[in-house]
């Protein structure tokens, strides 16, 4: 089973898992953001639908994508753009996308406000 974590990480925190990888190490596969911010403005409520449908589904025509969330292709089109561009879905040879992964964890911490 492929997993996928969705988090927040510095520079300096991708750099290490990078180096480690280089090394052989296993540091499984990590989508990051630099901030919460950032994360929650790419993964809107409707977004995460989107990769929620796709999760283990291989590749999906846009509208077969619409069609298993229930909206409007052009809609779904704008969101699945936005996710591409963000580097969380991948565009096939075939022209699909695709979310190569059968689960997605999220991690980030919540620290307390200064």
Avoid: C, N
Avoid at 7 to 19: C, F
Avoid at 75 to 100: E, K
């Amino acid at each position: 089973m492929r997993t996928v974590t969705l988090g927040v990480s510095s520079i300096e925190d991708t750099q290490r898992q990078m180096a480690a990888a280089f090394r052989g190490e296993q540091v499984g596969e990590f989508i990051s953001f630099g901030t919460v911010e950032l994360l929650w403005k790419v993964l809107t409520a409707k977004r995460w639908d989107i990769l929620q449908a796709m999760t283990g589904h291989g590749e999906m025509t846009i509208r077969e994508v619409a069609r298993q969330v229930d909206r409007d292709v052009k809609a779904v089109h704008g969101d699945v753009q936005a996710l591409l561009t963000a580097g969380v879905l991948d565009r096939t040879d075939s022209g699909r996308v695709a979310f190569p992964y059968d689960a997605v964890h999220v991690d980030f911490t919540l620290h307390k406000a200064a």
